[in-house]
């Protein structure tokens, strides 16, 4: 009874000294990225001297030997690139919307308008067909043969959460075109997936279904959207589109891998990663350059305060997120190929704001684990760790090797203002937000790190 009731009055303190060292250490994370961080300068390099980079392009070649030469130079115990085909989709000449006739009359005005990433080009003019979404193309389906369907579903404002309006709103970009060409459109517009006050439009991946015509897509800028839209409900309206992309054989491409190498469990993983990739049309400051930037933030602190990992921790810089997540499947693939032990993976690619916390996907053991280190990060921005999230690249791992995942999130109400739009630029950045970010990963690599799940 004596020991039990001494260890009853010994555990709390116990308890009590690891969290004060916990904090301790976290605060140095903290207080090293703020004075000496690294990811704002990497992020202004990596955006100016290389800019947008689609999978396939000699920016992304550029980038990928930018990322080994930076991860090496931070000291990576090894750093190593992971070789995967990449699909090569070009824009070519540039994208042209125009109006060209209004019940019967000569117009002349251009939209500001992007094709959507994976489409293929062409030239076509016709009568546009305005709708609302897929129910009401569905009614007036007969009305579509040889016609330019123009999706306008706009960003529900009522959800708090952008992110959802995105999931809502983005079937019209994957699906839009094919759901159109199965009725005859000839092409298809869309308004842009964003609640910008701008008219910046904003490409993203389109899919084809096979079964129908490839036919044009392009998505419209907000204001030219809705210029679009008041014309059709009163008048018929006639569009040209002019767009010249097209697939080249598929190329080589590269994950970026760096790691701190494990002192009681080598064998044993832990990944950080953000993708390397971006849209050809911006400089993939917020998407996902922020994301490549705390990744290897998260690495040069660690290194800097000298911490040396119980596990292996992996520092990746994935490719081709954007349009066709070769880069996530080629790491779980080959992780599963080599039996390796994933115990968990963490990935950034929602943008550099200001931190708010973690989306987790893993069993309930272990997400309240993790819920548990709450208020060692608390005081760095970190308010919630939810059930649910991640993010696409090391969505496989959890696919392949049912490893617990989760996914940073800032705050994300300004995020799919830039999203894909030529704004996502490095001057949209703000360098404080951005290693808070960095700030916070690291504190959470550190703790799954020393404790496990």
């Known amino acids: 009874m004596k020991k039990i009731l001494l260890l009853a009055l010994v555990l709390p303190f116990l308890a009590s000294a690891q969290f004060t060292e916990d904090s301790i250490f976290i605060k140095k994370i903290s ?44 000291g990576a115990d090894t750093v190593y690139l992971q070789e995967t085909m990449v699909p090569h989709w070009v824009r070519g000449n540039g994208d042209k919307v125009m109006i060209t006739e209004e019940n019967g009359k000569t117009k002349n005005i251009t939209l500001d308008a992007l094709a959507l990433g994976n489409s293929l080009g062409g030239n076509v003019t016709a009568s546009v067909i305005a709708v609302k979404d897929f129910t009401e193309l569905e009614r007036r389906k007969d009305e579509v043969k040889g016609k330019i369907v123009f999706y306008n579903y706009p960003f529900n404002p009522t959800y708090i959460v952008p992110s959802r309006a995105y999931a809502e709103s983005g079937v019209y970009r994957r699906n839009g075109p094919s759901r159109a060409a199965k009725y005859g459109a000839v092409g298809v517009l869309i308004r842009s997936l964003t609640e910008a006050t701008d008219n ?71 990944t950080v990663g953000g993708h390397l990739d971006s849209w050809d049309v911006n400089e993939g400051a917020h998407d996902d350059g922020a994301g490549v930037v705390h990744t290897i933030e998260v690495m040069r602190v660690l290194k800097a305060l000298g911490y040396r990992p119980r596990h292996t921790i992996r520092f990746v810089l994935f490719a081709n997120e954007e349009n066709g997540l070769r880069g996530g499947e080629k790491y ?22 200001t931190p708010r916390g973690f989306g987790v996907t ?53 995020y799919f203002d830039v999203h894909h739009a030529r704004s996502d630029v490095f001057e949209n950045v703000n360098k404080r937000e951005l290693h808070l970010g960095a700030v916070n990963m690291a504190g959470l690599i550190y703790l799954v790190d020393k404790y496990g799940l």
């Open 332 to 353: 779980a693939t080959m992780a599963k190929e080599k039996n390796e032990q994933h115990i968990f993976a963490l990935e950034s690619d929602e943008g550099g704001f």
């Open 200 to 270: 910046n439009p904003h490409t993203g991946a389109t899919a084809y279904n096979d079964s129908f015509p490839k036919i044009p897509c392009a998505a419209l800028g907000l204001a030219d959207a809705e210029r679009l839209w008041v014309m059709c409900q009163s008048s018929t309206v006639k569009v040209a589109i002019h767009t010249h992309a097209q697939f080249l054989p598929d190329t080589i491409g590269h994950n970026v891998v760096a790691e701190l190498k494990g002192t009681e469990q080598p064998d044993h993983y832990i």
């Open 362 to 414: 893993a069993p309930i053991a272990s997400l309240q684990k993790i819920q548990s280190w709450l208020p060692l990060l608390k005081p760095y921005g970190t308010e919630t760790i939810s059930a649910g999230g991640g993010g696409a690249d090391i969505g496989p791992l959890a696919r392949n090797l049912k490893t617990p995942l989760a996914g940073f999130i800032p705050d994300n109400q300004r």
């Open 31 to 74: 207080d090293d990225v703020l004075t000496n961080g690294k990811a704002y300068d990497l992020l202004h390099s990596l955006t100016k001297k290389i800019g947008g980079r689609l999978a396939g392009s000699p920016q992304f070649a550029q980038a990928v030997q930018w990322g080994k030469t930076v991860m090496k130079e931070l």
